[in-house]
Protein backbone atom coordinates (compact mmCIF):
# COMPACT_ATOMS: atom_id res chain seq x y z
CA UNK A 1 0.00 0.00 0.00
CA UNK A 2 1.98 2.90 -1.15
CA UNK A 3 1.58 6.41 1.15
CA UNK A 4 0.81 8.51 -2.01
CA UNK A 5 -2.23 11.08 -1.55
CA UNK A 6 -5.00 10.96 -3.72
CA UNK A 7 -7.82 12.99 -5.34
CA UNK A 8 -11.33 11.96 -5.73
CA UNK A 9 -14.85 12.12 -4.69
CA UNK A 10 -16.21 11.59 -1.37
CA UNK A 11 -17.01 8.36 -0.32
CA UNK A 12 -20.77 7.61 1.65
CA UNK A 13 -20.71 7.52 5.21
CA UNK A 14 -22.47 3.77 4.12
CA UNK A 15 -19.85 3.17 1.81
CA UNK A 16 -22.64 2.14 -0.72
CA UNK A 17 -21.37 1.81 -4.81
CA UNK A 18 -23.19 2.67 -7.43
CA UNK A 19 -25.84 0.52 -9.03
CA UNK A 20 -24.03 -0.09 -12.38
CA UNK A 21 -20.95 -1.31 -9.92
CA UNK A 22 -22.71 -3.53 -8.51
CA UNK A 23 -24.20 -5.17 -11.31
CA UNK A 24 -20.74 -6.25 -12.47
CA UNK A 25 -20.18 -8.90 -9.41
CA UNK A 26 -21.30 -11.79 -10.72
CA UNK A 27 -18.89 -11.05 -13.94
CA UNK A 28 -15.38 -11.62 -12.71
CA UNK A 29 -13.97 -13.19 -9.52
CA UNK A 30 -14.01 -11.73 -5.95
CA UNK A 31 -11.04 -10.96 -3.81
CA UNK A 32 -10.24 -9.74 -0.69
CA UNK A 33 -7.05 -7.55 0.40
CA UNK A 34 -6.24 -6.94 4.01
CA UNK A 35 -3.36 -4.31 4.82
CA UNK A 36 -1.76 -4.76 7.99
CA UNK A 37 -0.29 -1.34 8.49
CA UNK A 38 2.21 -2.60 11.82
CA UNK A 39 6.51 -2.63 11.39
CA UNK A 40 9.05 -3.11 13.96
CA UNK A 41 11.14 -0.75 11.77
CA UNK A 42 10.77 0.99 8.49
CA UNK A 43 13.01 -0.30 5.68
CA UNK A 44 15.00 2.66 4.18
CA UNK A 45 13.61 2.06 0.58
CA UNK A 46 9.86 1.51 1.77
CA UNK A 47 7.43 4.07 1.26
CA UNK A 48 4.31 2.38 2.01
CA UNK A 49 1.55 2.99 4.38
CA UNK A 50 3.16 1.78 7.43
CA UNK A 51 4.30 2.75 11.12
CA UNK A 52 6.31 1.42 13.50
CA UNK A 53 4.77 1.32 17.66
CA UNK A 54 6.15 4.37 18.09
CA UNK A 55 4.68 6.30 14.95
CA UNK A 56 1.31 5.04 16.93
CA UNK A 57 1.39 6.61 19.90
CA UNK A 58 -0.25 10.21 20.11
CA UNK A 59 1.50 13.61 22.27
CA UNK A 60 0.63 12.21 26.07
CA UNK A 61 2.08 9.00 25.26
CA UNK A 62 -1.03 6.37 25.00
CA UNK A 63 -1.28 4.70 21.63
CA UNK A 64 -3.58 5.81 19.26
CA UNK A 65 -4.37 2.63 17.94
CA UNK A 66 -2.50 -0.73 18.52
CA UNK A 67 -1.95 -4.63 17.15
CA UNK A 68 -3.81 -5.96 19.85
CA UNK A 69 -7.35 -4.05 18.52
CA UNK A 70 -6.58 -4.29 14.94
CA UNK A 71 -7.92 -7.77 14.05
CA UNK A 72 -11.51 -6.66 15.34
CA UNK A 73 -11.22 -3.35 13.35
CA UNK A 74 -10.59 -5.43 10.00
CA UNK A 75 -13.41 -8.08 11.03
CA UNK A 76 -15.56 -5.00 11.56
CA UNK A 77 -14.67 -3.67 7.66
CA UNK A 78 -15.73 -7.05 6.57
CA UNK A 79 -18.96 -6.73 7.82
CA UNK A 80 -19.58 -3.35 5.82
CA UNK A 81 -18.31 -5.26 2.85
CA UNK A 82 -21.08 -7.34 3.92
CA UNK A 83 -23.84 -5.20 3.46
CA UNK A 84 -22.54 -2.96 0.65
CA UNK A 85 -22.15 -5.70 -1.50
CA UNK A 86 -25.44 -7.13 -0.74
CA UNK A 87 -27.36 -9.12 -3.38
CA UNK A 88 -25.88 -10.97 -6.50
CA UNK A 89 -22.22 -11.99 -5.62
CA UNK A 90 -19.82 -14.49 -6.42
CA UNK A 91 -18.10 -16.31 -3.26
CA UNK A 92 -14.28 -14.84 -2.36
CA UNK A 93 -11.73 -16.85 -4.62
CA UNK A 94 -8.77 -15.38 -3.04
CA UNK A 95 -7.80 -13.35 0.21
CA UNK A 96 -4.71 -11.66 0.25
CA UNK A 97 -2.67 -10.23 3.68
CA UNK A 98 -0.33 -7.66 3.10
CA UNK A 99 1.66 -4.96 4.89
CA UNK A 100 3.75 -3.90 6.69
CA UNK A 101 4.41 -6.58 9.00
CA UNK A 102 1.05 -9.15 8.77
CA UNK A 103 2.97 -11.76 10.55
CA UNK A 104 3.14 -9.13 13.71
CA UNK A 105 -0.13 -10.43 14.26
CA UNK A 106 -0.59 -13.56 16.21
CA UNK A 107 -2.11 -15.64 13.76
CA UNK A 108 -5.03 -16.53 15.94
CA UNK A 109 -5.96 -12.81 15.05
CA UNK A 110 -4.93 -13.03 11.09
CA UNK A 111 -7.37 -16.14 11.48
CA UNK A 112 -10.24 -14.20 12.25
CA UNK A 113 -10.32 -12.12 9.70
CA UNK A 114 -9.62 -14.66 7.15
CA UNK A 115 -12.52 -16.60 8.84
CA UNK A 116 -14.67 -13.63 8.93
CA UNK A 117 -14.63 -13.28 4.80
CA UNK A 118 -15.07 -16.87 4.55
CA UNK A 119 -18.20 -16.92 7.18
CA UNK A 120 -19.92 -13.25 5.75
CA UNK A 121 -18.88 -14.95 1.67
CA UNK A 122 -18.28 -17.96 1.03
CA UNK A 123 -15.28 -19.39 -0.17
CA UNK A 124 -14.92 -20.71 -3.89
CA UNK A 125 -13.52 -24.11 -4.27
CA UNK A 126 -9.92 -24.56 -3.78
CA UNK A 127 -9.81 -20.79 -2.59
CA UNK A 128 -6.14 -19.01 -2.37
CA UNK A 129 -5.57 -17.55 0.76
CA UNK A 130 -1.87 -15.94 0.95
CA UNK A 131 0.08 -14.11 3.79
CA UNK A 132 3.31 -11.67 3.31
CA UNK A 133 5.67 -12.21 6.12
CA UNK A 134 9.26 -11.19 7.56
CA UNK A 135 11.67 -14.44 8.10
CA UNK A 136 12.26 -13.02 11.30
CA UNK A 137 8.84 -12.85 12.47
CA UNK A 138 8.03 -16.58 12.19
CA UNK A 139 8.68 -19.87 13.86
CA UNK A 140 7.99 -23.03 12.49
CA UNK A 141 5.38 -23.07 15.56
CA UNK A 142 3.90 -19.81 13.92
CA UNK A 143 3.49 -21.34 10.61
CA UNK A 144 1.74 -24.36 11.61
CA UNK A 145 -0.89 -22.13 13.10
CA UNK A 146 -1.03 -20.47 9.92
CA UNK A 147 -1.43 -23.48 8.21
CA UNK A 148 -4.61 -24.03 10.75
CA UNK A 149 -5.70 -21.01 9.96
CA UNK A 150 -6.90 -21.61 7.00
CA UNK A 151 -4.06 -20.30 5.04
CA UNK A 152 -2.70 -21.82 1.78
CA UNK A 153 0.16 -19.92 0.66
CA UNK A 154 2.78 -17.90 2.23
CA UNK A 155 5.23 -15.43 0.39
CA UNK A 156 8.77 -14.19 2.31
CA UNK A 157 10.46 -11.32 2.20
CA UNK A 158 14.05 -12.64 1.39
CA UNK A 159 15.13 -9.24 -0.81
CA UNK A 160 19.21 -10.74 -1.63
CA UNK A 161 21.09 -13.64 0.45
CA UNK A 162 24.00 -10.89 0.58
CA UNK A 163 24.57 -9.08 3.64
CA UNK A 164 25.95 -5.46 2.54
CA UNK A 165 22.55 -5.34 -0.14
CA UNK A 166 20.43 -6.18 3.10
CA UNK A 167 22.07 -3.77 4.73
CA UNK A 168 21.66 -0.98 2.36
CA UNK A 169 18.22 -1.89 2.33
CA UNK A 170 17.76 -1.70 6.62
CA UNK A 171 16.01 -5.47 6.09
CA UNK A 172 16.20 -6.54 9.65
CA UNK A 173 17.05 -10.22 8.89
CA UNK A 174 19.83 -12.28 8.31
CA UNK A 175 20.71 -14.52 5.39
CA UNK A 176 19.85 -17.52 5.36
CA UNK A 177 16.14 -17.15 7.26
CA UNK A 178 14.38 -16.80 4.13
CA UNK A 179 15.82 -20.07 3.00
CA UNK A 180 15.08 -21.48 6.38
CA UNK A 181 11.89 -20.16 6.58
CA UNK A 182 10.83 -21.59 3.50
CA UNK A 183 11.44 -25.23 4.54
CA UNK A 184 9.29 -24.61 7.86
CA UNK A 185 6.64 -23.85 5.70
CA UNK A 186 6.92 -26.95 4.05
CA UNK A 187 6.89 -28.90 7.08
CA UNK A 188 3.55 -26.86 8.02
CA UNK A 189 2.19 -27.83 5.35
CA UNK A 190 2.12 -25.08 2.62
CA UNK A 191 2.23 -26.07 -0.55
CA UNK A 192 2.62 -23.01 -2.30
CA UNK A 193 6.03 -20.57 -0.59
CA UNK A 194 6.71 -17.43 -2.56
CA UNK A 195 10.22 -15.45 -2.42
CA UNK A 196 10.15 -11.83 -3.36
CA UNK A 197 13.79 -10.19 -4.51
CA UNK A 198 14.66 -7.27 -5.26
CA UNK A 199 17.38 -6.29 -7.76
CA UNK A 200 19.27 -2.78 -9.05
CA UNK A 201 20.03 -2.13 -4.92
CA UNK A 202 23.16 0.52 -4.36
CA UNK A 203 26.22 -1.20 -4.28
CA UNK A 204 25.14 -4.51 -5.57
CA UNK A 205 26.83 -6.76 -8.11
CA UNK A 206 26.26 -8.68 -10.51
CA UNK A 207 27.66 -11.71 -8.47
CA UNK A 208 25.66 -10.42 -5.51
CA UNK A 209 22.35 -10.99 -7.58
CA UNK A 210 23.36 -14.16 -9.16
CA UNK A 211 24.10 -15.46 -5.30
CA UNK A 212 20.67 -14.17 -4.11
CA UNK A 213 18.77 -16.06 -7.18
CA UNK A 214 20.80 -19.20 -6.72
CA UNK A 215 19.80 -19.49 -3.05
CA UNK A 216 16.29 -18.41 -3.81
CA UNK A 217 15.84 -21.01 -5.72
CA UNK A 218 18.11 -23.32 -3.74
CA UNK A 219 15.25 -23.35 -0.79
CA UNK A 220 12.68 -24.83 -3.01
CA UNK A 221 9.92 -22.40 -3.76
CA UNK A 222 7.09 -22.92 -6.01
CA UNK A 223 7.24 -19.00 -6.98
CA UNK A 224 9.20 -16.35 -7.04
CA UNK A 225 8.83 -12.70 -7.18
CA UNK A 226 11.79 -9.87 -8.76
CA UNK A 227 11.52 -6.49 -8.65
CA UNK A 228 13.81 -3.35 -9.81
CA UNK A 229 14.22 -1.33 -6.97
CA UNK A 230 12.60 1.68 -7.03
CA UNK A 231 14.17 4.42 -4.68
CA UNK A 232 10.49 6.43 -4.05
CA UNK A 233 10.89 10.34 -2.96
CA UNK A 234 10.17 10.65 0.97
CA UNK A 235 12.37 7.41 1.68
CA UNK A 236 15.50 7.17 3.37
CA UNK A 237 17.25 5.55 0.96
CA UNK A 238 16.18 8.55 -1.78
CA UNK A 239 17.71 11.03 1.22
CA UNK A 240 20.79 9.05 0.72
CA UNK A 241 21.02 9.12 -3.35
CA UNK A 242 20.63 12.83 -3.14
CA UNK A 243 23.30 13.36 -1.43
CA UNK A 244 25.39 11.58 -3.14
CA UNK A 245 26.32 8.41 -0.79
CA UNK A 246 24.87 6.33 -2.98
CA UNK A 247 24.46 5.45 -6.46
CA UNK A 248 21.92 4.22 -8.41
CA UNK A 249 22.44 1.21 -11.37
CA UNK A 250 21.39 2.39 -14.96
CA UNK A 251 19.30 1.55 -17.16
CA UNK A 252 21.51 -1.40 -18.95
CA UNK A 253 22.41 -2.70 -15.93
CA UNK A 254 18.70 -3.13 -14.59
CA UNK A 255 17.95 -4.90 -17.72
CA UNK A 256 20.81 -7.33 -17.56
CA UNK A 257 19.54 -8.62 -14.08
CA UNK A 258 16.50 -9.09 -15.34
CA UNK A 259 17.59 -11.10 -18.01
CA UNK A 260 19.66 -12.97 -15.86
CA UNK A 261 16.84 -13.41 -13.02
CA UNK A 262 15.02 -14.78 -16.57
CA UNK A 263 17.81 -17.47 -17.21
CA UNK A 264 18.32 -18.99 -13.56
CA UNK A 265 14.79 -19.35 -12.86
CA UNK A 266 13.86 -20.79 -16.26
CA UNK A 267 16.76 -22.86 -16.11
CA UNK A 268 15.25 -23.96 -12.63
CA UNK A 269 11.83 -24.84 -14.26
CA UNK A 270 10.00 -21.67 -13.79
CA UNK A 271 7.86 -19.94 -16.11
CA UNK A 272 7.39 -16.18 -16.18
CA UNK A 273 3.24 -15.44 -16.00
CA UNK A 274 3.80 -11.99 -15.23
CA UNK A 275 6.64 -9.38 -15.95
CA UNK A 276 8.01 -9.65 -12.53
CA UNK A 277 6.51 -13.15 -11.49
CA UNK A 278 7.78 -16.65 -12.06
CA UNK A 279 6.12 -19.78 -10.85
CA UNK A 280 6.75 -23.46 -11.50
CA UNK A 281 3.64 -24.91 -11.69
CA UNK A 282 0.24 -23.21 -13.20
CA UNK A 283 -0.99 -23.88 -9.65
CA UNK A 284 1.76 -22.19 -7.76
CA UNK A 285 0.75 -18.65 -9.45
CA UNK A 286 -0.80 -16.06 -7.56
CA UNK A 287 -4.70 -15.93 -7.95
CA UNK A 288 -5.01 -13.20 -5.77
CA UNK A 289 -2.13 -11.14 -8.28
CA UNK A 290 -3.94 -12.62 -11.43
CA UNK A 291 -7.36 -11.52 -10.27
CA UNK A 292 -6.01 -7.59 -10.41
CA UNK A 293 -4.05 -7.92 -13.27
CA UNK A 294 -7.21 -9.54 -15.36
CA UNK A 295 -10.09 -6.98 -14.27
CA UNK A 296 -11.30 -8.75 -10.70
CA UNK A 297 -13.26 -7.30 -8.17
CA UNK A 298 -12.13 -6.55 -4.61
CA UNK A 299 -12.71 -5.23 -1.59
CA UNK A 300 -9.16 -3.73 0.21
CA UNK A 301 -9.44 -3.23 4.08
CA UNK A 302 -7.33 -1.93 5.94
CA UNK A 303 -5.67 1.87 6.87
CA UNK A 304 -4.99 3.26 2.94
CA UNK A 305 -6.54 0.02 1.28
CA UNK A 306 -7.64 0.34 -2.23
CA UNK A 307 -10.58 -1.42 -3.55
CA UNK A 308 -12.25 -1.73 -6.51
CA UNK A 309 -15.77 -2.98 -8.02
CA UNK A 310 -17.43 -2.81 -11.26
CA UNK A 311 -15.23 -0.06 -12.30
CA UNK A 312 -15.79 1.73 -9.11
CA UNK A 313 -12.50 2.37 -7.28
CA UNK A 314 -12.22 3.70 -3.72
CA UNK A 315 -9.21 3.98 -0.84
CA UNK A 316 -9.31 4.10 2.90
CA UNK A 317 -8.09 7.15 5.13
CA UNK A 318 -4.21 6.15 5.98
CA UNK A 319 -4.21 6.46 9.33
CA UNK A 320 -4.77 3.70 11.68
CA UNK A 321 -6.01 6.06 14.28
CA UNK A 322 -8.21 8.01 11.57
CA UNK A 323 -8.86 4.29 10.05
CA UNK A 324 -10.45 2.94 13.72
CA UNK A 325 -12.17 5.97 14.54
CA UNK A 326 -13.99 5.80 11.25
CA UNK A 327 -15.41 2.40 11.94
CA UNK A 328 -16.32 2.50 15.46
CA UNK A 329 -18.62 5.48 14.95
CA UNK A 330 -20.20 2.93 12.35
CA UNK A 331 -19.24 4.75 9.11
CA UNK A 332 -16.72 3.20 6.14
CA UNK A 333 -13.40 3.96 6.05
CA UNK A 334 -13.53 5.41 2.63
CA UNK A 335 -11.30 8.48 2.17
CA UNK A 336 -12.08 8.61 -1.49
CA UNK A 337 -13.22 7.04 -4.65
CA UNK A 338 -13.42 7.55 -8.19
CA UNK A 339 -16.00 6.11 -10.81
CA UNK A 340 -13.04 5.08 -14.25
CA UNK A 341 -14.48 5.98 -17.45
CA UNK A 342 -15.00 3.50 -20.14
CA UNK A 343 -12.27 4.95 -21.98
CA UNK A 344 -10.12 4.48 -18.43
CA UNK A 345 -11.20 1.12 -17.72
CA UNK A 346 -9.65 0.11 -21.13
CA UNK A 347 -6.40 1.68 -20.83
CA UNK A 348 -6.00 -0.25 -17.69
CA UNK A 349 -7.10 -3.77 -19.39
CA UNK A 350 -4.13 -2.70 -21.95
CA UNK A 351 -1.87 -1.53 -18.88
CA UNK A 352 -2.45 -4.54 -16.86
CA UNK A 353 -3.30 -7.88 -19.11
CA UNK A 354 -0.55 -6.81 -21.38
CA UNK A 355 1.58 -7.85 -18.38
CA UNK A 356 0.81 -11.68 -18.19
CA UNK A 357 1.51 -14.30 -20.39
CA UNK A 358 -1.44 -14.30 -22.70
CA UNK A 359 -1.42 -10.92 -23.19
CA UNK A 360 -4.50 -8.50 -24.16
CA UNK A 361 -6.72 -8.64 -27.31
CA UNK A 362 -5.99 -6.80 -29.91
CA UNK A 363 -9.44 -5.87 -30.15
CA UNK A 364 -9.29 -3.43 -27.52
CA UNK A 365 -6.83 -0.86 -29.19
CA UNK A 366 -7.77 1.78 -31.67
CA UNK A 367 -6.91 2.12 -35.11
CA UNK A 368 -3.56 3.79 -34.26
CA UNK A 369 -2.87 0.81 -31.46
CA UNK A 370 -3.30 -2.17 -33.73
CA UNK A 371 -0.91 -0.17 -36.18
CA UNK A 372 1.83 0.20 -33.26
CA UNK A 373 1.11 -3.44 -32.29
CA UNK A 374 2.51 -4.46 -36.12
CA UNK A 375 5.27 -2.73 -35.36
CA UNK A 376 6.55 -3.66 -31.76
CA UNK A 377 6.32 -7.17 -33.74
CA UNK A 378 8.48 -6.13 -36.41
CA UNK A 379 10.99 -4.53 -33.58
CA UNK A 380 10.67 -7.86 -31.82
CA UNK A 381 8.59 -6.67 -28.83
CA UNK A 382 5.29 -8.66 -29.86
CA UNK A 383 4.82 -12.32 -30.26
CA UNK A 384 4.14 -12.50 -34.06
CA UNK A 385 1.97 -15.63 -33.49
CA UNK A 386 0.15 -14.40 -30.83
CA UNK A 387 -0.26 -11.26 -32.72
CA UNK A 388 -1.75 -13.52 -35.67
CA UNK A 389 -4.29 -14.92 -33.50
CA UNK A 390 -5.61 -11.51 -32.15
CA UNK A 391 -3.37 -11.20 -29.24
CA UNK A 392 -1.06 -8.72 -27.74
CA UNK A 393 1.77 -10.93 -26.18
CA UNK A 394 5.03 -9.21 -25.10
CA UNK A 395 8.12 -10.93 -25.75
CA UNK A 396 11.38 -11.04 -23.51
CA UNK A 397 12.39 -8.09 -25.13
CA UNK A 398 8.84 -6.72 -24.61
CA UNK A 399 8.94 -7.27 -21.37
CA UNK A 400 12.19 -5.44 -20.36
CA UNK A 401 10.28 -2.06 -22.32
CA UNK A 402 6.97 -2.95 -21.25
CA UNK A 403 5.74 0.27 -20.13
CA UNK A 404 7.38 1.83 -23.51
CA UNK A 405 5.45 -1.02 -25.42
CA UNK A 406 2.10 0.27 -23.56
CA UNK A 407 2.88 3.69 -24.36
CA UNK A 408 2.94 3.32 -27.85
CA UNK A 409 -0.41 0.96 -28.20
CA UNK A 410 -2.72 3.44 -26.22
Request: hydrophobic share 40%; aromatic share 8%; charged share 25%.
Amino acid sequence: MPSVALDGDPVPRTGELPEASLAELGGQPLGFYVHVPFCVTRCGYCDFNTYTAEELVSRDGTATTSRATYADQAVAEVALADRVLSGARPPVSTVFVGGGTPTLLSAEDLGRIVAAVRDRFGFTPGAEVTTEANPETVTPEYLVRLREAGFTRISFGMQSARPHVLKVLERGHTPGRPEQCVGWAREAGFDHVNLDLIYGTPGETDDDWRASLDAAVSAGPDHVSAYSLIVEEGTRLAARVRRGELTEPDDDTMADRYLMADDVLAGAGFTAYEVSNWARTPEGRSAHNLLYWTGGHWWGVGPGAHSHVGGTRWWNVKHPAAYAARLNSGDSPGQAREVLTREERRFERILLELRVEQGCPLDLLEPHGRAAAERAVAEGLLEAGAHGAGRAVLTRRGRLLADAVVRDLT
